[in-house]
Nanobody, 121 residues
Framework: QVQLVESGGGLVQPGGSLRLSCAASGSIFNINVMAWYRQAPGRQRELVAAIGSGGSTNYADSVKGRFTISRDNAKNTVYLQMNSLKPEDTAVYYC???????????????WGKGTLVTVSS
């Protein structure tokens, strides 16, 4: 069993900052890509940012220059530093990880339950 648990969401004013964290635990052998997705009301879930095991990153155009994804491989944790937040960043943010488990499953997608980020004055 593998679990992803997000934390750090909340209410912030436009222009403010938040830092999301996601810790993976359980029968983990190796974590490949870790990523953050978001889903706003009435919209499809979209990729926000992703980071490979070696540190290579990829961002949605809408967050480039404002958001930074990072990971601590020793802690099986991925972070999303969000700066200069805008009302349109309001969404539920989900952690995603591609994980090889010690029970022998390879490259399996796991999801957290999500954390709500609200940007409003």
């Amino acid at each position: 069993q593998v679990q992803l648990v997000e934390s750090g969401g909340g209410l912030v004013q436009p222009g403010g900052s938040l830092r999301l964290s996601c810790a993976a635990s359980g029968s983990i052998f190796n974590i490949n890509v870790m990523a953050w997705y978001r889903q706003a009301p009435g919209r499809q879930r979209e990729l926000v940012a992703a980071i490979g095991s070696g540190g290579s990153t990829n961002y949605a155009d809408s967050v480039k220059g404002r958001f930074t994804i990072s990971r601590d491989n020793a802690k099986n944790t991925v972070y999303l530093q969000m700066n200069s937040l805008k009302p349109e960043d309001t969404a539920v943010y989900y952690c995603n990880a591609d994980i090889d488990t010690i029970t022998g499953t390879w490259a399996t997608d796991y999801w957290g339950k999500g954390t709500l980020v609200t940007v409003s004055s």
